[in-house]
């Protein structure tokens, strides 16, 4: 990589606002997953490792100065001990932070993820993929808030008591009264809500509810790529009329149907910024909870190759620090505090 990317992504502050690692930590998802999960919950995620996409050393190689990690229950219509599940991912981050307090920070506001990149650690933050975790309870959004949890998916692609997902949609429906409930404390708690794997009503139930904007952390263009969990040129505008930003998903079933790869990924942000500028798009991996990867981003260690890509396209130094984290970082400081 020539020197100018490679300094400017050092320079820039990088955010990625959703990965799956904390499942690779628990043997109730390891068992079930494919390879990359396998023994993930013997490693942990703060050496070095062969295995899925994410660790600490890979994100200090990649250049990530926040890292969101998701914390979710079975992907299932009546999940099992859901909150216990929750409880349990929360229960990891934490103890895994505390192994390697010089490599990572748990971080809860806009001013934390600061302080951690002056110390030069890698600023990590949680979040919730499908509310199922709450089980029902406008009063566990207080708990999760307490317990550091600064943005929540309403669902994740199946149906729950909130609204609809992408996969589970038939009646065409949105947010439920709870849903409508749950998006109002959201927004009451300065908790960051979380579009991604909503229908597309459900999208635009929070869109007319939401007083805060809100952020889609893992979901593409489907202009560029026509898939459901992928958002539509309006409602690309009308998540950027109210602030929000798009976290670009590395899946490769949403990057290019036939040829997924860094520069594919790259021409979703091209097409978002020709739509609504360069102010509402970042990154959002989805890593170690995608089976395959784009070429040229195989883990976080490979991140640089988007800032390589942005730059040789044209993008300046300053929309390619908004696109790297500067947007998402506005979000958070905005909504959360």
């Given at each position: 990589?020539?020197?100018?990317?490679?300094?400017?992504?050092?320079?820039?502050?990088?955010?990625?606002?959703?990965?799956?690692?904390?499942?690779?930590?628990?043997?109730?998802?390891?068992?079930?997953?494919?390879?990359?999960?396998?023994?993930?919950?013997?490693?942990?995620?703060?050496?070095?490792?062969?295995?899925?996409?994410?660790?600490?050393?890979?994100?200090?190689?990649?250049?990530?100065?926040?890292?969101?990690?998701?914390?979710?229950?079975?992907?299932?219509?009546?999940?099992?001990?859901?909150?216990?599940?929750?409880?349990?991912?929360?229960?990891?981050?934490?103890?895994?932070?505390?192994?390697?307090?010089?490599?990572?920070?748990?971080?809860?506001?806009?001013?934390?993820?600061?302080?951690?990149?002056?110390?030069?650690?890698?600023?990590a933050m949680l979040s919730i993929e499908g509310a199922d975790v709450i089980e029902g309870r406008l009063s566990m959004l207080r708990v999760y808030h307490r317990l550091g949890v600064r943005m929540v998916g309403l669902v994740h692609s199946l149906r729950n008591l909130i609204a609809d997902g992408v996969a589970d949609n038939r009646t065409k429906g949105g947010l439920s009264q709870f849903g409508v409930e749950v998006v109002r404390e959201?927004?009451?708690?300065?908790?960051?809500?979380?579009?991604?794997?909503?229908?597309?009503?459900?999208?635009?139930?929070?869109?007319?509810?939401?007083?805060?904007?809100?952020?889609?952390?893992?979901?593409?263009?489907?202009?560029?790529?026509?898939?459901?969990?992928?958002?539509?040129?309006?409602?690309?505008?009308?998540?950027?009329?109210?602030?929000?930003?798009?976290?670009?998903?590395?899946?490769?079933?949403?990057?290019?149907?036939?040829?997924?790869?860094?520069?594919?990924?790259?021409?979703?942000?091209?097409?978002?910024?020709?739509?609504?500028?360069?102010?509402?798009?970042?990154?959002?991996?989805?890593?170690?909870?995608?089976?395959?990867?784009?070429?040229?981003?195989?883990?976080?260690?490979?991140?640089?190759?988007?800032?390589?890509?942005?730059?040789?396209?044209?993008?300046?130094?300053?929309?390619?620090?908004?696109?790297?984290?500067?947007?998402?970082?506005?979000?958070?400081?905005?909504?959360?505090?």
């Open positions: 990589m020539d020197e100018y990317p490679l300094r400017l992504h050092r320079q820039a502050l990088v955010v990625d606002t959703h990965c799956d690692t904390l499942k690779c930590l628990l043997p109730q998802f390891t068992r079930l997953r494919d390879n990359m999960w396998q023994d993930r919950s013997k490693v942990g995620f703060g050496k070095r490792s062969k295995l899925g996409h994410i660790d600490l050393p890979r994100l200090k190689e990649g250049g990530v100065d926040l890292q969101v990690f998701a914390i979710s229950s079975e992907r299932d219509p009546t999940p099992s001990y859901a909150l216990r599940t929750a409880m349990e991912m929360i229960e990891a981050f934490y103890t895994e932070c505390e192994k390697y307090p010089k490599l990572v920070q748990p971080v809860t506001s806009y001013a934390e993820i600061i302080k951690a990149n002056e110390n030069e650690k890698i600023a959201l927004n009451g708690l300065g908790m960051i809500v979380d579009v991604s794997h909503l229908s597309d009503v459900g999208f635009w139930d929070v869109m007319e509810i939401s007083k805060d904007p809100v952020v889609a952390s893992h979901s593409n263009a489907r202009a560029i790529c026509n898939h459901p969990r992928n958002m539509t040129d309006d409602m690309i505008k009308a998540l950027a009329e109210r602030g929000g930003v798009m976290g670009m998903n590395f899946a490769t079933d949403f990057v290019h149907p036939k040829n997924p790869s860094v520069e594919t990924l790259v021409d979703h942000i091209d097409h978002i910024v020709d739509l609504v500028g360069p102010k509402h798009v970042g990154l959002g991996s989805d890593f170690d909870g995608i089976p395959d990867t784009p070429r040229g981003l195989e883990d976080a260690s490979k991140m640089p190759n988007i800032t390589e890509e942005l730059v040789k396209r044209g993008y300046s130094e300053d929309y390619v620090r908004l696109i790297l984290g500067g947007n998402h970082l506005r979000l958070i400081k905005q909504v959360v505090g």
